[in-house]
């Protein structure tokens, strides 16, 4: 399977720690990518970061790349309750279709 | 103002039967994709139209079948439906080139 993996599956946490969640994938990449996924609802995109790029910032949020290890991570500090949901991470190979493969999740839940 | 709509939200139906999901996009996007989402969460592409044109068509049963009217609508009908195709479907669209994608709420299918 061409899925990438995630991990950890679950996070439980309580408010104000850092989350870190960690990704790996299989291909090479023109970018990587981090959604959230509320429960029920459609994903949110929080963030991109490209292959020539190893670190990237986004208000409380923090991302690596390590391309020479294919992997990713994505650290969410002073967590808050509306921080729980489902991350996950997508790589984009490039090329004509630009497709999207989706890692298999972390499920994190701050704790209030 | 809603970006990525889908209808309908919620859909039972029974096994053989034929349905179809409706996407549309006001963002002036030139690509439009299916994902389906099922039960462990994993999240898979489906389809791709950049601009009406099927650019993506991952292993899929036939019994799919994606129709573009126009650049801003993606349409999919599923024929004979199975209990195996019970899931939540996604519907999401992208600048031409990739980059970050904009998902809809998703349509919850449920197969009895």
């Known amino acids: 399977s061409q899925q990438g993996e995630e991990d950890p599956q679950a996070l439980s946490i309580q408010e104000g720690e850092n989350a870190t969640m960690n990704c790996s994938y299989k291909?090479?990449?023109?970018?990587l990518q981090w959604y959230r996924q509320n429960s029920g609802r459609g994903l949110v995109h929080l963030i991109l970061i490209r292959s020539n790029e190893r670190e990237k910032h986004s208000g409380r949020l923090r991302v690596t790349l390590d391309t020479s290890k294919k992997s990713s991570s994505l650290l969410i500090t002073a967590s808050r309750a509306a921080d729980t949901a489902s991350y996950f991470c997508?790589?984009?190979?490039?090329?004509?279709?630009?497709?999207?493969?989706f890692g298999t999740g972390t499920l994190l839940a701050v704790q209030p | 103002d809603t970006a990525v709509s889908q209808t309908p939200k919620y859909l039972v139906t029974q096994m053989g039967n034929d349905k179809s999901i409706k996407c549309e996009q006001n963002?002036?996007?030139?690509?439009m994709y299916w994902y389906k989402q099922d039960s462990k969460k994993f999240l898979k592409i489906m389809f791709s139209y950049n601009n009406k044109e099927l650019i993506i068509n991952e292993t899929v049963p036939n019994r799919f079948s994606p129709k573009s009217p126009d650049k801003a609508h993606l349409n999919l009908h599923i024929n004979s439906l199975e209990l195996g195709d019970s899931a939540v479907y996604f519907c999401?669209?992208?600048?031409?080139?990739?980059?970050?994608?904009?998902f809809g709420p998703g349509t919850r299918l449920t197969v009895t």
């Open positions: 291909t090479s990449i023109n970018n």
């Open positions: 997508a790589t984009d190979a490039g090329g004509a279709t630009n497709k999207l493969i």
């Open positions: 963002l002036g996007h030139d690509t």
């Open positions: 999401a669209s992208s600048r031409r080139g990739g980059g970050e994608q904009y």
